[in-house]
């Protein structure tokens, strides 16, 4: 590095370390160094973080799944000094940048440089989102909400006189350009990219497009003219927000909270809109309600995740509202169950119990078999807790013959879940919770090999769980390699449960801290910055 370029990262670093200090994320860093310095998007996120080319390449190499040192200076200074010279990066060299800049693959590419990348290469590059490893944009995700539902059986509980939600999430400038960026360059057609673009705005901004493409042409204009119009609520439209909502928990699947939680308190919000504004028939209302439910159960589940437990709380007390709206004793039953969950991992075993409990009484009066097993893994689970072992065993024998047989018509789409596979996975967490470590690992090994490459989370933390289970035995190597596992997945998504609970099960490694493959493992979870001092 020339003398003047040395001068010009440090009077970035200085500007950077200054803009931490107020709480300043590493993407809006990027954004102010951006006025000053006419550089490509690669540099000015080196100079937000205030490192040396050097200490990118060896923290590039460190990350290098192949394990070999694949990266050199020269050739990142012509990744920084591309299109204008130099040589076009590559999407697996991106995805590792990003993972190093806390920020997107997409933030780390220009508008001209991404219209060159092929479909493919897009979507890696728009799927890529390391921004839950910054530590000042956590703070975002953290909302405070008053009041939680009271578990009993009474047909008032959980019930609110009207429907609230939080003040809407507003997309910034930047999220309107990025989305307008996409669309220029996938969609040919204006019309529709114009269509697109305000469905997009409408739904939540960026990560909506990757939903609205799976809407055929039609489906996009009604709904369109539902958000314009007045009184345009029909059943097309009703489909489509439904269809919408389906994919939104594949996404979860692949992209975590971090990425879909705008998303879905937006959606939320518009189909409470719907539900105030219009006129509509009993069919359509009990529709859009269940809709209203759904979004209620999915944002309740990304602030779980993202452990917002009084958000997660709020959005699931909504829930029970239009539960009880509908009168349907399924949903009820499922909502109670996640409300057990959210106070289970916060410690809280009588609410837990409670909940539990509440779930299993209103769950009697449905005919949905998965409901049944869904209830009674919960109920499993906050006994396992409790330390009642022969009762959390039961309910999950329960379980299990009640999810053998399948989905049936009368079983809701957010049980997809509910297979015998998944139900044992939840029988190595009560396994592990009552110390039953032997069977726990025979367990796991057996949920590892059949747990789809595509649920990283799910394998996330099942390797957590193998892992404390061989740590109850002693056999301290092979719970470090169980880590080291998850925490590859974990650096790769968004779950805060996924790194909580990493680095809940390493502070039970700590008495054999000095222990040679625990040194690695902290060395690997310093490189991918997921390290915590053991008393935290």
């Known amino acids: ?92 060299a991106l995805t590792t940048l990003a993972r190093i800049y806390q920020t997107t693959a997409r933030n780390l590419v220009g508008d001209d440089e991404y219209a060159t990348y092929g479909p493919v290469d897009r979507q890696a590059l728009n799927a890529t989102d390391y921004r839950h490893l910054d530590p000042c944009r956590l703070s975002h995700h953290t909302r405070l909400a008053a009041g939680e539902a009271h578990a009993s059986m009474d047909t008032t509980a959980g019930r609110r006189t009207t429907r609230t939600s939080d003040a809407p999430y507003g997309l910034s400038p930047g999220d309107c350009a990025e989305v307008l960026r996409a669309l220029s360059a996938e969609e040919a057609d204006v019309r529709r990219r114009e269509l697109l673009f305000e469905l997009a705005l409408a739904l939540g901004g960026p990560p ?76 359509l209302r009990d529709r859009l309600t269940t809709a209203y439910w759904s979004l209620s159960h999915l944002g309740g589940w990304l602030h779980f995740d993202l452990l917002d437990y009084p958000g997660a709380v709020r959005r699931y007390t909504e829930g029970l509202e239009a539960a009880h709206e ?74 299990c013959d009640r999810a053998g047989d399948g989905p049936t018509e ?28 032997d069977q726990a690992v025979y367990v796991g090994e057996q949920v590892l090999r059949e747990v789809e490459p595509s649920f990283g989370r799910q394998r996330g933390f099942v390797l957590i769980d193998v892992a404390t289970a061989l740590i109850q035995k002693r056999e301290i190597a092979g719970a470090a390699s169980q880590l080291g596992e998850a925490a590859s997945i974990t650096a790769r998504h968004s779950s805060m449960r996924l790194v909580h609970s990493l680095r809940a099960t390493r502070r039970l490694l700590q008495p054999w801290a000095t222990n040679t493959y625990v040194r690695d493992l902290d060395d690997q979870l310093q490189a991918l910055g997921l390290s915590a001092s053991p008393s935290v």
């Open 1 to 92: 590095m020339t003398g003047e370029g040395y001068r010009i990262l440090l009077g970035a670093r200085r500007r950077a370390d200054v803009l931490r200090a107020k709480g300043f994320t590493y993407d809006q860093i990027a954004d102010v160094l951006a006025l000053d310095h006419q550089v490509s998007p690669l540099r000015l996120y080196r100079f937000a973080h205030g490192r040396t080319v050097a200490d990118v390449v060896n923290a590039f190499n460190d990350l290098d799944p192949a394990g070999a040192a694949s990266l050199r200076d020269a050739r990142l200074y012509d990744y920084e000094i591309h299109p204008g010279a130099g040589r076009k990066p590559p999407v697996r």
């Open 208 to 283: 909506a497009l990757s939903l609205l493409r799976h809407l055929a042409p039609d489906e996009g204009v009604r709904l369109a003219q539902a958000l314009r119009t007045p009184g345009r609520v029909d059943a097309v439209t009703v489909t489509s927000l439904e269809k919408l909502i389906a994919h939104c928990w594949r996404l979860d699947e692949t992209h975590g909270p971090a990425t879909l939680i705008h998303m879905a308190d937006t959606q939320r919000d518009l189909v409470s809109r719907l539900l105030k504004s219009y006129s509509l028939s009993p069919t």
């Open 326 to 399: 509908l009168g349907n004793p399924t949903l009820l039953a499922h909502i109670h169950g996640l409300l057990a969950d959210a106070a289970s991992y916060q410690g809280r075993w009588s609410k837990a119990l409670d909940h539990a409990y509440a779930a299993q009484g209103w769950v009697k009066e449905s005919n949905s078999r998965l409901q049944h097993a869904a209830t009674s893994v919960a109920l499993a689970r906050t006994l396992a807790e409790a330390g009642n072992a022969s009762a959390s065993l039961r309910a999950l024998d329960h379980a």
């Open 410 to 437: 009368v079983d809701p789409s957010h049980l997809y879940w509910c297979t015998p596979s998944r139900v044992q996975r939840h029988s190595l967490y009560c396994l592990v919770m009552l110390k039953h470590s």
